[in-house]
């Protein structure tokens, strides 16, 4: 497995974290248009659409209602194929387990909307069960929920409030290697939010392979 479909092949996360910013910084991504600093089409307090029917590695349909008695969700764009997403698979399982239990205020959800075969459900599904998932790990065919949060990267990770509010949005972490974390975005954010405190970063850039979403040919 190569990391041909991630952003800035070899380098390490600070260099691509110090890159994002000096575009930034220059007016690139600017002038792009961009909603959020680095989201392309929603920014922190934004509600994003509810998904439904999205067939899990359970065996399972999966919809934001079964969710609603929860105080916070957290969602992570995710697959399998790709080396950044399968750095922080136990990392993502870990908060599941921390913060996630069926009891908490805190659900933790993965969507993969790649449609090659080594991110097709059945894939998924022997993926989940080697690894020892106690999250939901659903598939979007369709591709829309990534493209409703604005979401290119795997992993990418959402934390959103019960009105399906975005939080939080962009990296788990500051490195991909975990031995080498200084800062747990994500975590973090949870962390804040659980307590009713404000979160002190709410959006970085996320660093990964890109989401192999479908082109529309041009009639």
């Known amino acids: 497995m190569t990391r041909g479909c991630c952003v800035l092949r070899g380098w390490a996360r600070r260099d691509v974290l110090a890159a994002a910013a000096g575009l930034l910084a ?31 590695t359970d065996g399972k349909e999966h919809s934001w209602e079964e969710l ?13 194929s790709c080396p950044y997403a399968v750095d922080y698979e136990d990392r993502v399982n870990a908060l599941a387990m921390t913060y996630g239990a069926p009891e908490s ?29 106690v999250f939901p790990y659903l598939f979007d065919a369709s591709q829309e929920v990534p493209k409703s949060f604005g979401a290119l990267r795997t992993p990418e990770a959402f934390l959103l409030n019960a009105k399906r509010e975005i939080l939080y949005m962009g990296a788990v972490d500051d490195n991909t290697d975990a031995a080498a974390v200084e800062k747990t975005y994500l975590e973090d954010a949870v962390k804040a939010a659980l307590n009713g405190k404000e979160i002190a970063i709410t959006e970085t850039p996320p660093v990964g392979c890109m989401i192999r979403l479908k082109r529309s040919r041009r009639k």
């Open 26 to 56: 220059v007016g690139w991504l600017a002038a792009a248009g961009t909603a959020g600093e680095y989201n392309p089409d929603r920014s922190i307090g934004d509600a994003v659409p509810a998904w439904s029917g999205l067939p899990g």
């Open 68 to 80: 609603a008695d929860r105080d916070f969700v957290v969602v992570v764009f995710t697959c399998n």
């Open 105 to 133: 205020r805190v659900a933790v959800v993965a969507i993969n909307a790649n449609t090659i075969p080594e991110d097709s459900l059945a894939a998924m599904k022997k993926r989940a069960q080697a690894k020892g998932f």
